[in-house]
């Protein structure tokens, strides 16, 4: 079991290389559109694990179910979520997500695996570094990157999960700050380059992660680059939350990330007139990873690789992106196919946004410099 003891002073050994990294990640965004990963619910449940696999020798005695705790394997089956990571390095992802949507002990407590959190961001940071770093020494021209995955964990903030009482919440934003630090604690000593607070449907979830985040590098005097990718969940063009998408960026835009960006509950086609909004207003680089088209009345993915990846190659030719890669649905062959659709494109130029004092309730304001 993983105990941070002195994570200021271990980490501070590998300073030098993560330095290095982060030069060479901020060279490969200047110099093209860089590849994320696709799904990975969507890898394991083609492997068709059962619930020994998720329980292994550590968790045999677990007093409830555990399988479809894809976080767990981290522990459990190594070994399979390695070769995922491959099969995307394989198909030309430049940067591979780690496999801790679900890790936080807010999560977790639906399986009473509170106490696992520790271990599998760090088990799952050092999964991915172990396979980005083989494959950057295969191609040292092509290095690869490790993005620390933060999902929005099962509860919300801002919105009352009882619609008798819109006054209730089941978190509160210290909860939600410390969960969250706890993660990222584990997954910068476990080798994250990035930390992605991702599939953000509550805007306030998401500013207590950036929150966490921030007292974190102050811990450790070090700063990890932060992407951020929203979910916009319908067709009004709106968070879950109420947000739209550029009142969400006004939110967000005071934690500086290395890129802002969208990703699931729309497939490409959908999500595209939400995208050219946020490239039009952020002034930092752009990531889109769209779900492999809409599920079919079964809750599948049916969307080909070709048609994913021509929506994505369209979006590169009229300037929006920066960052592009599939989420639900996705596989390494979506990935392939969008790698090969975008190679030799250059990114998207950020725009130079006019000063303003720029708010946000669920519309957008701002009010220029005099």
């Known amino acids: ?121 760090y088990q799952g940071a050092k999964l991915a570094r172990q396979a980005a770093d083989e494959y950057t020494a295969l191609d040292p021209a092509k290095p690869r990157f490790v993005a620390g995955a933060i999902g929005p964990t099962n509860r919300t903030a801002s919105l009352s999960p009882d619609v008798n009482q819109p006054d209730f919440r089941n978190i509160n934003f210290d909860e939600l700050r410390e969960a969250y630090k706890q993660q990222a604690r584990g997954l910068v000593a476990g080798g994250a380059d990035l930390l992605l607070v991702e599939t953000i449907f509550d805007t306030l979830n998401a500013k207590a992660a950036v929150f966490a985040l921030y007292e974190l590098f102050d811990e450790l005097d070090e700063s990890w680059p932060i992407m951020i990718s929203g979910t916009i969940t319908d067709l009004s063009g709106r968070t879950l939350s109420g947000q739209t998408t550029e009142a969400f960026w006004n939110s967000l835009r005071h934690a500086k990330p290395f890129s802002v960006g969208l990703n699931c509950a729309f497939g490409a086609q959908q999500m595209r007139p939400y995208v050219a909004e946020l490239s039009r207003v952020a002034d930092v680089k752009v990531s889109a990873y769209p779900n492999a088209g809409l599920p079919n009345q079964f809750g599948e993915y049916d969307e080909p690789p070709e048609q994913t990846a021509a929506h994505l190659r369209e979006w590169a030719e009229h300037g929006l992106v920066n960052i592009v890669g599939g989420c639900c649905g996705t596989t390494p062959d979506h990935i392939r196919a969008i790698a090969e659709s975008v190679r030799g494109m250059k990114p998207r130029h950020p725009p130079q946004v006019p000063r303003q004092l720029r708010l946000s309730g669920l519309e957008p304001f701002a009010i220029p410099a005099a």
């Open 1 to 121: 079991m993983i105990v941070f003891e002195n994570l200021k002073a271990e980490l501070a050994a590998g300073r030098a290389e993560r330095d290095k990294r982060r030069a060479l990640l901020n060279a490969a965004a200047a110099d093209h559109i860089m590849v994320l990963d696709g799904a990975m619910g969507t890898m394991l449940q083609r492997r068709k694990l059962n619930e020994q696999d998720y329980r292994g020798e550590r968790f045999k005695g677990a007093n409830s179910d555990l399988k479809g705790n894809h976080d767990l394997l981290n522990i459990t089956r190594p070994d399979v979520i390695l070769s995922v990571h491959k099969e995307y390095l394989d198909a030309g992802a430049d940067i591979i997500e780690t496999n801790t949507f679900s890790g936080t002990w807010i999560s977790q407590a639906d399986y009473h695996l509170e106490a696992a959190v520790d271990d599998i961001n």
